[in-house]
């Protein structure tokens, strides 16, 4: 049963809204370097109102699409990653879904005013919520044969239409380029062939579609294209991969913006950026080095840190890998053997930022790592938040948790071959019917999306969002 319907606050600007979302692909290509292979992307810029978008801290997948739709930052939402803390204890954690969530996104929004809504890929959909339309869960399903449609008679449509559907490329960290090249081609196909089918034949309001392809791209291709990669080979044979790619999906852009008529509104958004990886910074190693982290035991080989013989008792903080690092600290009375005393607990966390930053590349030069406290960048903390967040090298260098490995750098990935990290700007094309844009602008952030999307549709904003409306030309001014 829906909930109750709320207000409707002003006048719509526009029938219906679209939301085209491309992940991770960032303003330096999408706006500049790529835009010579992008007709459609570059005729939309000349009539929208456009620029970078600062995403989430950290600019991963989940939080940033779930922020972008609840305008919420990831403290408020109690997730700061994939994987979360379940609890004090060392070991346990939990992988964020959609269950994860207790703020309504957009589309929840509008369902419960009885507006019709389809949505493709979007991460952190699964498992399905009802909602008031048709709904294809993201990357994060387990496979097809979970229930990955609601309702759940959709999926024999989704079947009809483009064959066995594909969630994500199975390993997008591979060697077998050429294999991963063609199922992200057919990956995305798929999805965007499925879209087009629901605008066609379903009735909507509000539609949005997230295409993982690029963020996959980026990840497998990086080091073959961008010259500065410092695995860069010119004469490789996928020197021209990226821009054909970018090619091909403009052109899929091309075929929905066949489909749209002068009263709908369109957003085409990316959660956030990419850039290369220059290496790897293996934070647990970096810990042991300086006297937080202690063993019983040195393994013999590389181990991930959850099969490491971890002395707690002499152990004040450890970290977890991934595009960035999120450290713990061991606390007294909190965690069950903390050794950090809870009068000492800002001075510890002090005491490593200064440490952090300090950290040189394998010829000494200091690579610019920057450190976050959470309290001092959410508007607040729910559920189990890092002690510190870490961009090793501004997210040039990834957080590699696995120990064993003997030296505080590797340039080697321990999840599989992978060339990019994610960087901290997306982008923005807010394109209004029947009004010019203003063109380029600064000052756009992820938490504007979603009110954006509400002012359009003439939807009361709910008063503990974070963003405001993009307004001719700027962003509206924020509170301080």
């Not at 229930?147 to 079947?159: A, F, I, S």
């Not at 019983?296 to 970290?319: L, M, N, Y």
């Amino acid at each position: 049963m829906m909930p109750s319907r709320q207000s409707i606050s002003h006048p719509p600007r526009v029938k219906r809204f679209l939301v085209l979302g491309l992940d991770s692909v960032p303003p330096e290509l999408a706006f500049d370097k790529m835009l010579d292979f992008m007709p459609n992307l570059r005729s939309l810029l000349g009539r929208s109102t456009y620029g970078p978008m600062m995403s989430t801290i950290p600019p991963i997948t989940v939080p940033a699409w779930s922020s972008m739709m609840t305008s919420q930052d990831p403290g408020q939402l109690g997730f700061y990653g994939f994987r979360n803390r379940a609890d004090h204890s060392y070991q346990a954690l939990t992988i964020a879904n959609s269950l994860s969530l207790r703020k309504p996104r957009v589309w929840e929004i509008l369902s419960r005013l009885g507006k019709q809504v389809i949505i493709v890929g979007v991460p952190q959909t699964y498992p399905a919520k009802p909602i008031n339309g048709s709904l294809i869960t993201g990357f994060l399903t387990p496979d097809i044969t979970s229930q990955y449609t609601y309702p759940t008679t959709l999926r024999g449509e989704v079947e009809q239409v483009v064959g066995r559907y594909i969630l994500d490329v199975e390993n997008f960290r591979t060697d077998d380029k050429e294999a991963l090249l063609r199922n992200l081609y057919e990956m995305m196909e798929k999805r965007f062939k499925l879209f087009r089918h629901l605008l066609q034949t379903k009735s909507w309001d509000f539609a949005m579609i997230v295409a993982m392809a690029p963020d996959r791209l980026h990840h497998g291709f990086w080091k073959f294209y961008d010259p500065e990669h410092p695995k860069h080979d010119p004469g490789n044979p996928f020197l021209h991969c990226m821009q054909d790619f970018y090619q091909a999906m403009d052109a899929e852009i091309g075929e929905i913006l066949e489909l749209m008529d002068d009263e709908t509104g369109l957003l085409i958004v990316s959660d956030h950026g990419i850039k290369r990886m220059d290496g790897g910074i293996c934070v647990n190693e970096w810990l042991m080095r300086e006297g937080y982290l202690s063993l019983e035991e040195q393994p013999r080989q590389p181990i991930r840190f959850s099969q490491a013989k971890v002395d707690w008792t002499r152990t004040k903080a450890w970290g977890e890998g991934g595009y960035y690092a999120r450290i713990f600290l061991n606390v007294e009375g909190r965690e069950p053997q903390g050794t950090v005393r809870q009068a000492d607990y800002e001075a510890v966390r002090d005491a490593l930022i200064a440490r952090l930053e300090e950290i040189v590349d394998p010829e000494g030069r200091n690579i610019g790592t920057r450190v976050f406290k959470p309290q001092a960048i959410y508007r607040e903390c729910n559920n189990i938040a890092p002690d510190l967040i870490v961009y090793f090298g501004d997210l040039h260098w990834r957080s590699i948790g696995t120990i064993g490995l003997g030296s505080i750098h590797t340039f080697e990935n321990d999840t599989g071959p992978d060339d990019a990290n994610h960087s901290q700007y997306g982008i923005c094309v807010l394109t209004d019917p029947g009004a010019d844009g203003a063109g380029y602008i600064d000052g756009i952030t992820i938490m504007d999306v979603a009110p954006t999307i509400l002012d359009r549709l003439g939807v009361d904003i709910p008063s503990d969002m974070i963003g405001k409306p993009i307004e001719g030309g700027s962003s509206c001014p924020r509170d301080s």
